[in-house]
């Protein structure tokens, strides 16, 4: 049986801030890894990304320090900037409850910061090897106590030439120390590097996990400053998302935005520096327990809380710099769950997204801010797969189906359901969509701002993607790819927006194209073809927790 964390002997604070990330169990690295190094052995693990190698070598590691010397008994090497500040935020979430005081040093940041930093006394380093072999030769970090180093991601530090300054680094190393070495994979140059420095190491090794693997899809939209809101609002009531945190800037922005929000029938909890310590707290349980939807806040106040994993992050402002990013971005898609990250970047900011995207070297894909027709059309599909959902449990026909007998024999059964339906919304003043079924005449606009459906006869069951349409459309058809919009991928069919001149262009054009190797044939979409019964590729949209009553904005 798969070992829990109390059997891996770890102390009740730790477990108990393990318990506060929500990790239930140990995965395999951190089972076979974190005995291992308790005991003081050396290890070279081969684990990737996404394993929880971060919490395989911090968990020990921070069971092992004496809090009360304030000196720096660990170091962790890592090869960026970006995976030092991402390991030393993981090892303060779970050094917390032992009050582990940790630093993160890196070339970029100013040396004041660090300094005064090492100079308030810190139990673990996490850095870049220059800017941690800059330190050591000016005599600004007195290495003197460590008993444990890391190299994390060694083969990607070796990669970038750092085999010199981690030489170095472990030159200078007490006699007595432990060495935990991860990489991700294990070429000559890596075992070289055990056999000179790891006395009898411990060999564990991982395939990779696909279930911590992180799942964010990450996505920006370009707007406008003015229309920030209301796409946010149209984003929010596409994918009803069931917890999600909003990133402004500013508390100005927090307060802002979240009073639009709530006059929007949103429950929003705003978060911010003019926020005490206590009244945060109340706000993240009602967070947490799901009586506030959304939480608003400011990276400064969301930062060292224990915020629990969200389904969609919104970077309502654009972050300063890859590291916010990630930082934000981190509380969505853990463990192999899956998570949208939306970053809203104005005509005027869309430098600083190629800047963070060098960075993070990632590129975020585009989405656009859906229509009105997409939010209805998904109404529709939510409240048509609830409907199926109450017939099919039979617990409607309990209740109801004397009284609608009755009613059916004075009136058609069909204008009975429909009534009862619109009741069920809100009756005379309720949120109506415009109809979404029935025939429509050829080419006629299925959605806003002058764009039209496309269907397709292949969809996902054919192993066809986005790409994939996106490539025929340009390539065969040869339209541009910016009058694409959205792409919905369905079992064995497909719909695609494009502009309604783009479409003219496909229709007289090539109405036969070929995808992934298939045959597709392109024809103007027509609703009742749309929806019947299939689901669409994305999320399904997830139950409210409460009914809410709109305002009209
Ligand atoms: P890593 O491989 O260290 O980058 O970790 C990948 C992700 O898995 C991070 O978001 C961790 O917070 C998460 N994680 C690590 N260990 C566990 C665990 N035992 N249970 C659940 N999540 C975990």
Known sequence: MAPTFADLLLSPEVLQAIDTLGFEEPTPIQAQTIPLLLEGRDVLAQAQTGTGKTAAFALPLVERIDVKRRQVQALVLAPTRELAVQVAEAMHNLGRTRGIAVLPVYGGQAYDRQLQGLRAGVHVVVGTPGRVMDHMRRGTLDLSA??????????????MGFVEDIEFILNEMPEERQIALFSATVPRRIETLARKYLRDPQRVSVEHDARTESQTRQMYVEVQYRDKIEALTRILDLESPSSAIVFCRTKREVDELSATLQSRGYTAAAIHGDINQAQRERLLQAFRDGRAELLIATEVAARGLDIPDVTHVFNYDIPDDADAYIHRIGRTGRMGKKGDAVTFVTPREMGQLRFIEKQIRKNLRQVRVPTTGDIAARRQE???????????????????????????????????????????????????????????????????????????DTGRTHGVRPQDVVGAFTGEAGIAGSTIGTIDMFGDFTLVEVERRAATAILERATVLSMHGREVHVSPAREKRERSGETTEKKAPTARKKPRTRKPS
Do not use: F, K, Q
């Not at 444990?148 to 990669?159: F, P, S």
């Not at 059964?413 to 079924?437: F, M, S």
């Not at 005449?441 to 269907?455: H, I, K, N, Q, S």
């Open 146 to 159: 460590v008993r444990t180093i890391v190299l994390d991601e060694a083969d990607e530090m070796l990669d």
């Open 382 to 456: 939510a409240l048509r797969t609830a409907l199926v959902t109450a017939i099919e449990s039979g617990a409607a026909s309990t209740y109801y189906a004397a009284l609608v007998g009755t009613l059916a024999e004075a009136h058609d059964p069909l204008a009975v359901a429909a009534a009862a339906i619109y009741l069920a919304n809100g009756g005379p003043g309720g949120r109506h969509d415009e109809p979404t079924t029935g025939d429509m005449d050829e080419g006629e606009p299925t959605a806003e701002g002058g764009m039209v459906r496309l269907y397709l």
